[in-house]
Every structure is written in structure tokens, then in C-alpha cells.
């Protein structure tokens, strides 16, 4: 039997994860999981009120992520998870519950993720929350090993680099 996989795409809001996380987990036959998804119905409507998370409102979120993937794995299937990642102490988290996962981080400019942002349609994310993300990035130690990826690429042309 082989170990179930975990692939986080990380990135800030808009930088084109749930994009690229769909499409790697069609081409590798695993299951798509969306951090949105996951969300309380109160951290939504703190989002779309303009405010961004606390720490304190992420910890659910982390915790419920990690017992969803979990149960996934526990039934031997591999996932993609398209998470923003932007807290160092979260990421350790992730690190911690699976140890063979693997991150990749997508880097798009400011300007082309207002862009992205504003041609997305019904979607909770205001892109004037798009500095506060800025904000709660934090930087990668070099023992995250996060691989970076150049998110202006076409969705394909990511997809290609991935598989590589
Ligand atoms: N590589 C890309 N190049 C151009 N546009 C993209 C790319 N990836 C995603 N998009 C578009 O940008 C918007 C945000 O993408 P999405 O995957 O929802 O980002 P995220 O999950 O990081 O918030 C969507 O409208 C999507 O179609
Ligand atoms: O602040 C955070 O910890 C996350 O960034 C989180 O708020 C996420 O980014 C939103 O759920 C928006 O969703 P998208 O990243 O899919 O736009």
C-alpha cells in the first residue's frame, strides 16, 4: 500500500491556487480539496464584510483542514489542497500532521492579482483585502522547502512545471 499524498498550492488570495490545485489532482487522480470550503460561516461574513482573519479565527480552520485531509488519507486517497498558507505557525502545523507533504507557493504582482480579483465572480474575497494579505504573509524558512512558482504563467503552463 503507498502513502497517501498531500500537495498544498499556497498563495495569497487571487493568485490563482484553486485553479492550478484542480487541475494537478484531475492529472494525478486526486481528490480536490478547497481551503474556502472550509471556512466558518462567521469568518466568511468577517471576509465579505472587508476585515481580515485573525490567528485566533484561523486556528479552527487549520484544525478542521487537517481532520479533513486526514479522513481522506485514512481511506488511502491522495489530495491537492489549495490553501493560502500565509501563517508561518500554520504552515508548521501541516508540517507536523503530514510529514511527506510537499508545498508549492505561487507569486503573482499586486497589480495582476486586483485583476484576477475583481474578474471573479461572486466571490466572498473584496480584493481591498489584498494588502492585509500582503501583511499576514510570512516568509519561508529554507526548512519549509516550499518550491516557488511563477504564478503570471498560464494555468497550463504551471500545470506542466508541476508535473515536471
Ligand atoms: N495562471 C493564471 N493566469 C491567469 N488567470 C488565472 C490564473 N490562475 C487563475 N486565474 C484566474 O484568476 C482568478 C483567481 O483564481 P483562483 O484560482 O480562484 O485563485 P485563488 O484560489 O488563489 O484565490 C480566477 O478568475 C481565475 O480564473
Ligand atoms: O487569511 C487567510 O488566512 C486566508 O488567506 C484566507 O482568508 C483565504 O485567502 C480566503 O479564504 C480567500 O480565499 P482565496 O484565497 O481562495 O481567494
Redesign the pocket.
Known amino acids: 500500500m503507498t502513502t497517501p499524498q498531500l500537495i498544498i498550492i499556497m ?5 490563482g ?2 485553479t492550478l490545485a484542480v487541475k494537478l489532482a484531475n492529472a494525478l487522480g486526486y481528490n480536490f480539496v ?3 470550503d472550509h ?1 466558518s460561516a462567521a ?2 461574513a468577517h ?1 465579505a464584510a472587508g476585515k ?2 485573525t490567528d485566533a479565527m ?1 486556528e479552527p ?1 487549520i484544525e478542521q483542514l487537517i481532520k479533513h485531509i486526514r479522513q481522506h488519507h485514512q481511506q488511502q486517497q491522495s489530495v491537492v489542497l ?1 490553501y ?1 498558507g ?2 508561518q505557525q ?1 504552515r508548521a502545523k501541516f508540517r507536523q500532521a503530514f510529514p511527506q507533504l510537499n508545498c508549492l507557493f505561487l507569486e503573482v504582482a499586486k497589480g495582476q492579482l486586483i485583476e484576477r ?1 475583481n474578474q471573479r465572480n461572486a ?3 473584496p480584493a481591498s ?1 489584498l494588502d ?2 500582503f501583511e ?1 504573509l510570512e516568509p519561508f524558512a529554507a526548512e519549509e522547502k516550499i518550491t516557488l512558482l511563477d504564478g503570471a504563467k498560464t494555468p497550463d503552463a504551471l500545470l506542466k512545471e508541476v508535473l515536471k
Open positions: 498563495g495569497v488570495s487571487g493568485s491556487k484553486s478547497e481551503a474556502d471556512h469568518n466568511k471576509m481580515p482573519l484561523r480552520w489549495a493560502s500565509l501563517r500554520h480579483m466571490h466572498f474575497m483585502l492585509s494579505q499576514a
